[in-house]
């Protein structure tokens, strides 16, 4: 799983029927305390979870996602972070 932050939406009027009412959100990578890592690329990710601009989430891709048949993308947001609290 990677932390990431939702920092734009993306509307596609034309997609593939599995993706017809799903969200399409763009990510961009954290570090652990939440701050954009600038040099990062930015990606698009299914989002599984309700997440929305500005949200901290938690990202998953590859082969975790691909066993999962209700998720037809290869990146979803998974989960929303609510605080990240170190020992």
């Known amino acids: 799983m990677h932390l990431a932050k939702v920092i734009a939406k993306v509307v596609a009027t ?14 961009k ?3 652990e305390t939440g701050k ?23 990202v998953d891709w590859g082969g975790s996602v691909d066993n999962d048949m209700s998720m037809v993308g290869d990146m979803s947001i998974v989960g929303i972070v609510d605080t990240i609290e170190f020992e």
């Open 29 to 31: 990578s954290v570090d």
């Open 36 to 58: 954009l890592m600038e040099s990062e690329t930015p990606f698009v990710a299914i989002d599984a979870v309700g997440a929305g601009v500005g949200d901290c989430v938690l």
């Open 14 to 27: 034309q997609k593939t029927d599995k993706l017809v009412g799903g969200k399409l959100l763009v990510i």
